[in-house]
């Protein structure tokens, strides 16, 4: 599972309601917590370093467990290290010119 999934999963209606209306997504019904889930999980702008900071440390640590990372700490600390485990599980994202100038050869 991929920590913003895991997130959605944990959120409650009223974290998710606050993210919506954070975000400002229109065209979403808000007393659906599926629809809300759905919603965020398509928006770009919905990171899982943003969505992650509507959590408490009980959620956070419910989020290490989900994603096999040891749950013992402190919240920020789970949070970074859940951010840390994110960015090593997820290639980085280049854009084209990245990708030209590594195809390029050296001389």
């Known amino acids: 599972m991929k920590l913003k ?12 309601k606050a993210a919506v ?4 997504i229109e065209d979403v019904d808000r007393r659906s917590v599926e629809e809300m889930q759905a919603r965020l999980s398509r928006t770009r702008r919905a990171t899982a370093e943003f969505l992650i900071e509507w959590l408490g440390e009980s959620e956070v640590k419910y989020v290490c ?3 096999e990372i040891d749950s013992k700490g402190r919240r920020i600390a789970l949070i970074a290290s859940l951010l840390q485990a994110q960015s090593i599980t997820e290639p ?3 854009d084209r010119t990245e990708v030209a100038q590594e195809s ?4």
Do not use: F, H, S, W
């Open 5 to 16: 999934q895991a997130i959605l999963a944990i959120m409650g209606r009223d974290a998710l």
């Open 21 to 24: 209306d954070k975000l400002e």
């Open 65 to 67: 467990e989900l994603l």
């Open 92 to 94: 980085k994202n280049l």
């Open 104 to 107: 390029e050869p050296v001389r």
